[in-house]
């Protein structure tokens, strides 16, 4: 196993692939009916997968390509630029870009959310009683129960939450009926049940180091739509129809206050009960929540799981690279060596056993060894009797 420049780009163009293809089936309201949102978010998981594990594999065949392939790669690998006195490679200079870039993606990332979650501790005193009461019923309600606490932030237009360690519920300053109150509440704790946060933070790393990658903001908005409908669906799993109704209009009710304060979005690093930005994906919610969810069998499952995971093996099967014939002087090296071409050649066996190479020139070489004779057979010459 090794690691190269091929094995690199493979894992980069089969990984942008994969993420292009998930997108396309993600947005099939068949298939996200049928196969659900863990199904997507599982193939996303491959699609990290691949990207992660750059790898030439002992069964990776390489399939050399050459004329414009060729020559491409050999400009690129061979061209400098002159930076002072000194000359530096191109693909050195533009790895030299890539880290500097996604280090300073890495920084104003990290500094934002470490801002988010230090304005959340300055309101973390500003308690609501009423809030922490419906926040304990959820929480009793809850399959798992992690430390939240819940503050009313005025600087807020829409519900939050907040914080990879220190989980917080942050609600506007508003007046919230007891049921609306319930619903923001149990759709944000059912993120930190779901461990979203964590998994939106790993997406927007993931972003920030292949920033140059087109194909990764396809998987960050998808990632951020899934986790809303993967809270959603978790969170009203267990709603009469009423109760889904009520839910839905919460949303919308958050959205019309949302509206007319004007203020900003949340943040990156945070989960969102409805969001202003895109009402298709508001939208999609509603219809998920909805939606009577479409049963698939097992086999199917099974079959569809297979087919994506031997997709992911097959792209290790073969790396493109560039191919290119050996310099003459690595052939020819001394007088003894000469050329000639096996075009009209054969074989000839001699009577005693010994064989012999017959050129359409009507030269002979006599007492081929075993390993020579094995070489001419494979090349197609044919074994002629004397």
């Known amino acids: 196993m090794s690691v190269t420049v091929f094995s690199f780009v493979m894992s980069v163009l089969f990984s942008a692939l994969f993420i292009v293809a998930i997108h396309m089936l993600r947005n099939q309201p068949l298939f996200l009916h049928s196969f659900g949102v863990h199904t997507i978010f599982g193939l996303y998981a491959l699609c990290l997968f691949r990207t992660a594990v750059v790898l030439e594999l002992p069964f990776t065949v390489p399939i050399g390509l050459n004329d414009m392939f060729s020559t491409g790669f050999e400009t690129v690998w061979a061209a400098q630029i002159s930076v002072g006195d000194s000359q530096i490679r191109v ?3 533009l790895c030299g870009i890539w880290a500097v870039i996604s280090v300073t993606l890495i920084v104003q990332f990290l500094w934002k959310s470490w801002k988010v979650s230090r304005k959340a501790e300055w309101y973390s005193t500003n308690k609501d009683s009423r809030a922490e009461r419906v926040l304990e019923r959820v929480k009793n309600e809850s399959w798992r129960m992690p430390a ?33 109150m319930y619903y923001i509440l149990k759709h944000e704790y059912t993120h930190f049940c779901n461990r979203d946060l964590t998994v939106k933070f790993l997406a927007h ?34 709603f009469s129809k009423r109760e889904r109704l009520e839910y839905l209009l919460t949303i919308v009710r958050v959205l019309e206050r949302a509206e007319s304060t004007g ?56 790396v493109l690279q560039p191919a290119f014939d050996p310099p003459v002087e690595d052939i020819y090296t001394n007088e003894s060596v000469e050329e000639f071409s096996t075009d009209g050649a054969y074989i000839s066996e001699r009577a005693d056993g010994s064989y012999s190479l017959v050129l359409s020139n009507g030269a002979i070489y006599d007492n081929l060894n075993r390993i020579a004779l094995e070489t001419y057979m494979n090349e197609g010459l044919k074994i002629r009797k004397e």
């Not at 819940?150 to 049921?179: A, K, N, S, W």
């Open 205 to 238: 790393l993931f972003c920030c180091i292949f920033w140059w990658n087109p194909a990764v903001y396809l998987l960050k908005k998808d990632i951020s739509q899934i986790l809303e409908i993967k809270c959603d669906i978790r969170a009203t799993e267990k």
């Open 91 to 93: 693909l050195l200079a």
């Open 148 to 180: 939240v606490s819940v503050c009313i932030c005025p600087t807020l237009d829409i519900p939050m939450g907040t914080g990879l360690f220190r989980h917080r519920i942050c609600l506007p300053e508003h007046e919230y009926t007891q049921e609306e």
């Open 263 to 318: 203020r900003t979005q949340p943040p990156m690093l945070s989960t969102g009960l409805a969001s202003r930005k895109n009402q298709d994906d508001t939208r999609e919610r509603f219809r998920m929540i909805t939606a009577v969810p479409r049963s698939i069998s097992r086999l199917c499952q099974g079959a569809f799981w297979t087919l994506a995971v031997t997709l992911v093996m097959l792209s290790y099967s073969f």
